[in-house]
């Protein structure tokens, strides 16, 4: 355990150092490593709000692949919350209620229904791809895409590092006391139990079902606040295809930590860097004719790819994961 | 009735999503009753309509035969919807590019998208079967990928010139011809059947459909027999990234009247995840992906009647296909209505 964790941070350093050299080189082309790592930091904080939830979820045996179809369904209904209440927190917190919600029918469907968790994700993810532009088109008669007024952003922090937006804070926050919940409480050791040896703990007097609806609550809340973030904090809009992938990337994430919410966050940070440098290459004069923007748009995904095909290995997930549990 | 449990169970699912789906009209006072209306009589009213609806399906049951082909070695292939992008590119390549006789040229061109489309799955196969990397993320990284270098090579390559916003349309040589004047079916749907009806012959007839089945429903069994799982999956892939090549072809050298690729990818795009549904409901059957491929070419046609008579914008149909999906993932469901109603 201890030597795998090691091993993972090993590959952690190592490719941060490669990423140094990178920012180095765009630096030489005419990039800020400022501006990238603010790009960095934004394009991480989905993504690791995702992530850390999912952590936590499949840590109890329950696996959500719908993470794409929350997200977006949490950015319009956060947008929309937003614009009802006049404030970007508000829609934030709305994001929030309704990523819970969708944690909350896909837990039922788990394991009240016995669901197949990898089917039901992929449905929540295709009704997403419908219902988005469907939502889109009936709040605000615009096809595709809606951009709210300006003073509904969630205002940034600016510090010498460039601007945070605080829900970025707030993401490590939660990755902490994720590790924390998981490693050092009793709700957290059951949390492990559940997903190992759901008889046990149902033995042991803990209602599993319960249990397991309570973390598929959370990683969808989670997930939630990642959706309402994107428009409401990072783009100011939002477009019926704002997720773009990061659900998945998140999922990658969560693989490569192992299920442990600190290592899907420093995941999260080196997904959202390349991210944050896709995004500096894609705006700064000089290097944008240079490189096409086709191939730097590519790069969140082969960075996925190239992570999650190197670094798995003997990664070692709970007994019953994605599996019903039923008394005997 | 048990073997009509199948159907019956889709049946279900069908009227799960299609009542959920007329719930969420509510809300924004849509009336759900005249949007179906307009659905079902757009999609099936004249036999202009049916062979709309016909067009619709063939590149759907297609997709629908990667998702199934998957699901039965016991893979979440999710990447039909990547491999179809390539799969339109190549039919783009040899249909607009390679000037070769009449009739051959066809054959090329099928045969060249189905190359790339396999060749586009190739690399999350060897990744599954090398390093283990779970084929949902790759498939879909895969498909984010191909996204981008399909726009790439059909603006920078494949553009026709003084119209940046499509390819160069097929040569008439590599089309497929026109079923009857003023429809968009093509001759592409025999190929597509025919692609169908030998993937079920490939499952039941041969000793590597039998291998790839016994892999997906038992994994060890497989193993005690000696079966190469490693070739198993990579077939599965293979055979899916051919099925959704051809798909992509048929929108390129299968459906009037563009005869190109849209620079937004706008004829292709979503096709591949709509499969995923169709294949579900047609039970990851080759023949049944056919039935439900029809279904789902009527909501997809008819969803156009639905947006213009009812003013539902038509994605709406791809929401419902995600809530029949849901309701499969639920075998409780049906087997909580079957406790009550049917004893």
């Not at chain 1, 290592?263 to 390349?274: E, K, N, Q, Y």
């Not at chain 2, 029809?294 to 809530?323: K, P």
Request: charge should be positive; proline fraction near 5%; glycine fraction near 12%.
């Amino acid at each position: 355990m201890k030597e795998l964790l090691l091993q993972r941070l090993g590959w952690i350093g190592l490719t941060a150092l490669a990423l140094g050299l990178l920012t180095y080189g765009l630096d030489r082309v005419g990039l800020e490593p400022v501006s990238l790592l603010e790009a960095g930091l934004l394009a991480m904080t989905p993504l690791a709000l995702a992530a850390v939830g999912e952590c936590v979820n499949e840590k109890a045996g329950v696996v959500n692949i719908g993470l794409e179809g929350t997200l977006l369904i949490s950015a319009v209904a956060g947008v929309w919350v937003a614009e009802q209440f006049g404030s970007g927190v508000a829609g934030l917190i709305g994001g929030m209620t309704v990523g819970g919600l969708i944690g909350l029918v896909l837990g039922l469907l788990a394991v009240y229904g016995r669901s197949d968790q990898i089917i039901a994700g992929i449905g929540l993810n295709l009704f997403a791809l419908g219902f988005t532009p469907y939502l889109l088109m009936s709040l605000w008669a615009f096809p595709g895409i809606h951009i709210f007024p300006r003073e509904l952003m969630v205002p940034r922090w600016i510090t010498p590092i460039g601007q945070i937006s605080p829900v970025t804070v707030l993401a490590v926050l939660l990755a902490i006391l994720a590790h924390v919940l998981l490693h050092h409480t009793v709700l957290g050791f059951r949390i492990r139990a559940v997903g190992e040896k759901p008889e046990a703990v149902d033995v042991a007097g803990v209602r599993v079902d319960r249990l397991r609806l309570f973390t598929s609550v959370l990683g969808g809340a989670l997930c939630g606040l990642g959706g309402a973030f994107m428009p409401l904090a990072w783009f100011g809009g939002v477009v019926k295809e704002i997720s773009a992938g990061r659900g998945f990337i998140a999922l990658a994430c969560v693989v490569f930590a192992g299920l442990e919410p600190l290592l899907a966050l420093a995941a999260a940070f080196l997904f959202g860097l390349t991210e944050g440098i896709a995004y500096a290459v894609a705006v700064t004069p000089g290097v944008k004719e240079r490189i096409p923007f086709y191939f730097v748009n590519m790069l969140p995904y082969v960075t996925t790819l190239l992570v999650v095909a190197l670094v798995i290995g003997r990664r070692r997930f709970p007994r019953t994961i994605g599996r019903p549990y039923a008394r005997e | 009735m048990r073997r009509a449990r199948p159907l019956l169970e889709s049946l279900f699912a069908i009227s799960i999503g299609l009542i959920v789906g007329g719930l969420l009209m509510l809300p924004f006072r849509y009336d759900p009753l005249k949007a179906y209306q307009a659905l079902f009589r757009g999609a099936f009213g004249t036999s202009h309509d049916i062979m709309e609806t016909l067009a619709f399906a063939t590149p759907l049951m297609l997709t629908a035969i990667t998702f199934a082909v998957g699901v039965r070695a016991g893979l979440f292939n999710i990447g039909a919807e990547g491999q179809m992008y390539m799969g339109a590119i190549g039919a783009v390549f040899a249909a607009s590019l390679l000037p070769l006789p009449p009739g051959i040229h066809v054959v090329v061109a099928t045969l060249v998208a189905m190359l790339f489309g396999a060749l586009w799955s190739l690399v999350p196969a060897l990744l599954k079967i090398w390093r283990g990397v779970h084929e949902v993320i790759s498939t879909i990284m895969f498909n984010w990928i191909a996204f981008h270098l399909a726009m790439y090579l059909a603006i920078y390559y494949l553009a026709e010139p003084g119209r940046a916003e499509r390819t160069r349309p097929a040569l008439p040589t590599a089309r497929y011809p026109i079923l009857a004047e003023g429809s968009t079916l093509t001759a592409v749907i025999f190929v597509a059947v025919l692609f169908c009806i030998a993937v079920y012959f490939v499952l039941w007839g041969t000793r590597l459909g039998y291998e790839l089945r016994l892999v997906g429903e038992n994994p060890e069994a497989a193993r005690y027999a000696g079966v190469r799982i490693s070739r198993a999956l990579l077939w599965s892939f293979l055979i899916g990234g051919m099925a959704a090549g051809l798909a992509g072809a048929s929108q390129i050298i299968g459906r009037p009247p563009a005869w190109s690729l849209y620079a937004t990818l706008g004829n292709v795009v979503t096709l591949g995840f709509d499969g995923i549904g169709v294949a579900l409901v047609g039970r990851n059957h080759p023949l049944g992906g056919i039935l439900a491929a029809i279904l789902f070419g009527a909501l997809q046609h008819g969803g156009r009647f639905m947006e213009y008579h009812a003013g539902v914008l038509s994605e709406l149909v791809r929401a419902v296909n995600g809530l029949i999906v849901i309701t499969l993932a639920v075998p409780e469901l049906w087997a909580m209505v079957r406790r009550r109603w049917i004893r």
